[in-house]
């Protein structure tokens, strides 16, 4: 969950156990349409939105199908926030969010997802230059990293985000423990 302004992004992760999670990414989707066609230029509804279609689009892949669009709809809403504020934080966190998406859907089907997880680490580096105490962040730079096998990276980065943040550890756990047998 990520507090910004006057809207509140929450991103679930497939087996969260809310119940119907695209019940509830789509009712949120509603709340930010709305506020969207009230005033089409909210940074923060903008980012809700963004934040709602990465949550979708994971979900769409965690249950085997393509979350292609809902990446892409999310990219598109974060591109207008950074071309508006270039140093939101939130907004580069989701983008990352994205692409390792991207990669994962990409490795899925065989392809190179290389590109997909450097663009993720970019954007994260980028988060972290604006604010380097973003548990989130470093613990998701420690996740492209493991994609990316880069062992010593992700373990180092997996530790400053348990450190700042402790869902970080959490969300990260199998990877952490992956590393620790390694």
């Known amino acids: 969950e990520v507090r910004d302004g006057s809207y509140t992004v929450t991103t679930l992760q497939p087996g969260d156990g809310a119940g119907d ?3 509830l990414f789509a009712d949120g989707m509603k709340d930010y349409e709305s506020a969207l066609a009230r005033e089409p230029s909210q940074i923060d509804a903008r980012l809700g939105r963004a934040g709602a279609n990465v949550g979708m689009g994971d979900l769409d892949r965690s249950r085997g199908e393509d979350g292609s669009a809902s990446y892409d709809s999310a990219l598109a809403d974060l591109e207008w926030v950074l071309i508006s504020v270039p140093a939101n934080h939130v907004a580069l966190v989701l983008v990352a969010r994205v692409e390792v998406g991207r990669g994962l859907l990409a490795a899925e089907k065989g392809q ?5 997880y450097e663009r993720a680490l ?3 580096d980028a988060a972290l230059a604006i604010d380097a105490d ?3 962040a470093w613990g998701r730079r420690g996740g492209g990293h493991y994609l ?8 180092a980065d997996f530790e400053r985000g348990a450190e700042l943040d402790t869902t970080t550890g959490e ?12």
Do not use: I, P, V
């Open 122 to 124: 970019r954007a994260l």
């Open 148 to 155: 990316r096998e880069e062992w010593k990276e992700a373990a």
């Open 21 to 23: 999670a695209g019940a």
């Open 134 to 136: 973003l548990g989130e």
């Open 112 to 116: 190179d997802a290389s590109d997909h």
């Open 171 to 182: 969300e990260f756990g199998e990877m952490r423990e992956d590393l620790r047998r390694r």
